[in-house]
């Protein structure tokens, strides 16, 4: 079993960052495929980026902007989010699968996820 808690999230202005975290306990984080997700309001979950020992791999609407890494030491994966736009708001969600199979953009194939942290971006 692994546990993944989500933190970083918050108010921000267009144009500004943020820098989201997912610590992961149970587990070294190492051993899964970690990926974030965001849902807004109304909207389908939707794949934001993911890292696993193939790489690291980001949506194109996010490209550019957006980075995924991962801290071995500190078990955590973050997202650092710049020039942050007011259709990036959203709540933000770390997941985890098993890491022989990769990350993945489709939701139902992560087995964990975390409460989520809302971001706001004001225009």
């Known amino acids: 079993q692994v546990q993944l808690v989500e933190s970083g999230g918050g108010l921000v202005q267009a144009g500004g960052s943020l820098r989201l975290s997912c610590a992961v306990s149970g587990r070294t984080f190492n051993q899964y495929a970690m990926g974030w997700f965001r849902q807004a309001p109304g909207k389908e979950r939707e794949f934001v980026a993911g890292?696993?020992?193939?790489?690291?791999s980001i949506s194109d609407f996010v490209k550019g902007r957006f980075t995924i890494s991962g801290d071995n030491a500190k078990n955590t994966v973050y997202l650092q989010m710049n020039s942050l736009k007011p259709e990036d708001t959203a709540a933000y969600y770390c997941?985890?699968?098993?890491?022989?199979?990769?990350?993945?953009?489709?939701?139902?194939?992560?087995?964990?996820w975390g409460q989520g942290t809302q971001v706001t971006v004001s225009s």
């Open positions: 890292i696993s020992w193939s790489g690291a």
């Open positions: 997941a985890a699968r098993s890491g022989i199979f990769g990350a993945s953009q489709n939701a139902a194939r992560y087995d964990f």
